[in-house]
Each structure stands twice: as C-alpha cells, then as structure tokens.
C-alpha cells in the first residue's frame, strides 16, 4: 500500500509548525505578562487626570508609560527566547518516545548500533576545535557579506548576563532543536527516504529558523553533520552533545576573550580557522571509518 501523500507531508509539518508555534505563543504571552502591569497604570493616569486628548497624545502617553516595560523586554530578550523554547520539549520529547515505540512494537530498527561512551571523545574534540573555527569563519564571512541582521544577533545575545547565555545557548536551544530536528523530523522523512534526502531537507527547515545568511549558512552545513553523527552514533546523545559542546566553546572562547585577541591580527584568524578545519576532518574521518556507512537506500515498510 502507496504512501498518502497529504499523511507524509503533514507527518513532518506538523511537528515542525507545532515548535514554531509554541514558541511565537509562548514569546506572545510572556511579553503580554510584562506589559499588563503597565498597561493598567498607562489606564489608570489617563482617567484621573482629566484631560480630553487626542489619538496623537493619548498614543505619547501610552509610549511614555510603557517604555521601561519594552526595555524589561528587550532586555530579557534571551531568557524569553529559553523560555519559550524549553516550552517545544514537551511536544518533541512526547512525539520522538512515542515514534520510538512504535517502531519497537513494529520491529523496526532504523538507527545502527549505539556506540559506546568512549567513541564521544571525537565529537567532544569537534565540537570544542570546532567551535573556534565556525566562529572565525562566521566573522570572516560577515566582513564579506556585512549582514546587519548577524551583528544585531550577536549582540543581543552576548549582552545577556553570561549565566543566561550558558543555560539558553548552551543547554536549552540544543537539546530542544536536536530533539525537534534530529529526534522527530529527520526520523520521520528517513522511514521511506535514503539518508541524503532526509538530512538535507531536515537541515534546510533547520536553517531557516534562524534569521540572518551567515547563520543559515552555518546551520545548513551543521544540520547535515549533526543528522550524520546521529545515524552514525545510533543515539541522540550524539547530535545533542556535538550542538551543546559547539555553543557552549563558542560562549566561553568568546567571554575570555579568544575571538577578541585573534580577531586582532587576520593571519591569526585564518590560522585557526585552518587548525581547527584539519583536527575536526580527522575526528570526521575517525567517525566515518569507527562502523558501517550511512545507508542511502529507503528503508523498508
């Protein structure tokens, strides 16, 4: 029996339009908590004081009332954007157990054998090399493109309190956008397609929810490996730990200072950048060699 169409296609947004939804409900509502409180007072001063305003100054004194309530927003920007985020995980941690049961009660085995703990050491290494190199290209690349939405990104997010950006950047969105991704979106395109087709489809509705062409770019290439590691490894542990170690070395290199003190000299950056790509193409090929190939053929129904 042929496939529905219709059923696949929705099998796969439906999860997708589900995360994205929860997120943009969850941002609405916890900006509308923020600003109630002062919604209420802007109210409350414009019926005691009296006076007959128009359209034009009654917005003046909206704006003047609400201005600390939008700086609590754009300043608690990052934290929201967890919030909001961690909020995903109910419904995607839900439907990749249920997805995993099912297929244990079908007999299905679509994953290769687990690898044990001590084979993580590779994706430890790529992940920490790796996230020096991806952050010099990423500002080797906005010198090239000069996207100013990638500047605005980068300084919203290191302007949070470092602690904020450790529990958001490096635990929170990870382990939310690979169990999304990875745990149910890739699974699901890869029950009737070959690997290539399922990673590349699964890294471009990766890539597009991030906002600017540096980081699209970025997030394409590292959805196809995370989704790579996944089949490779058999685990989620896999994919979740290479995206955490990666955000979390970006973080920190940058707190100390790293990115700073190499960004002072180009020939320094592209050093690095040519360092970082050697020891994470041997750690690619380690990982590569360390069990059986990725399958490319469907699997069977």
């Known amino acids: 029996m042929k496939n529905d169409p219709r059923r696949s296609f929705w099998r796969a947004a439906g999860p997708l339009l589900g995360f994205w939804g929860i997120q943009l409900v969850m941002e609405f509502v916890i900006e509308f908590i923020i600003i109630l409180p002062f919604m209420g007072e802007a109210s409350f001063r414009m019926t005691q004081s009296g006076e007959v305003l128009n359209y034009q100054e009654m917005m003046n004194k909206?704006?003047?009332?609400?201005s600390p309530a939008f700086d609590k927003i754009i300043g608690g920007q990052i934290a929201i954007a967890g919030i909001a985020t961690a909020?995903?995980?109910?419904l995607t941690v839900t439907l990749f157990v249920i997805d995993r049961k099912k297929e244990q009660i079908a007999g299905i085995q679509r994953m290769g054998v687990q690898k044990p703990l001590k084979n993580y050491w590779s994706l430890f290494v790529m992940g920490v090399i790796g996230s020096i190199g991806a952050t010099c290209l990423s500002a080797m690349?906005?010198?090239v493109?000069?996207?100013?939405e990638y500047v605005q990104t980068a300084q919203n997010m290191y302007s949070a309190d470092f602690v904020v950006q450790i529990i958001v950047f490096g635990f929170v969105i990870p382990i939310a956008e690979e169990f999304m991704f990875r745990g149910v979106l890739y699974q699901r395109y890869r029950e009737t397609r070959g690997f290539y087709y399922a990673a590349i489809w699964t890294a471009l509705f990766f890539?597009?929810?991030h906002t600017n062409t540096v980081q699209m770019i970025y997030t394409f290439l590292l959805g196809i490996l995370l989704c790579y590691v996944?089949?490779?490894?058999?685990?989620?542990?896999?994919?979740?730990?290479?995206?955490?170690v990666l955000n979390l070395g970006s973080l920190i290199f940058t707190d100390i200072g790293v990115f700073n003190w190499l960004a002072r000299?180009?020939?320094k950056m592209a050093v690095a950048v040519i360092i970082s790509t050697f020891i994470c193409a041997a750690c690619f090929v380690w990982?590569?060699?360390?069990?059986d190939p990725v399958s490319t053929q469907k699997t069977e129904e």
Request: no cysteine.
């Open 141 to 143: 690349a906005q010198a």
């Open 265 to 267: 000299e180009p020939f």
């Open 207 to 209: 890539s597009v929810t």
């Open 230 to 244: 996944y089949e490779k490894f058999g685990s989620m542990k896999a994919p979740i730990m290479l995206h955490i």
């Open 87 to 90: 909020a995903t995980l109910f």
């Open 62 to 66: 909206y704006y003047e009332v609400l």
């Open 145 to 148: 493109l000069v996207d100013p």
């Open 287 to 291: 990982i590569q060699r360390s069990g």
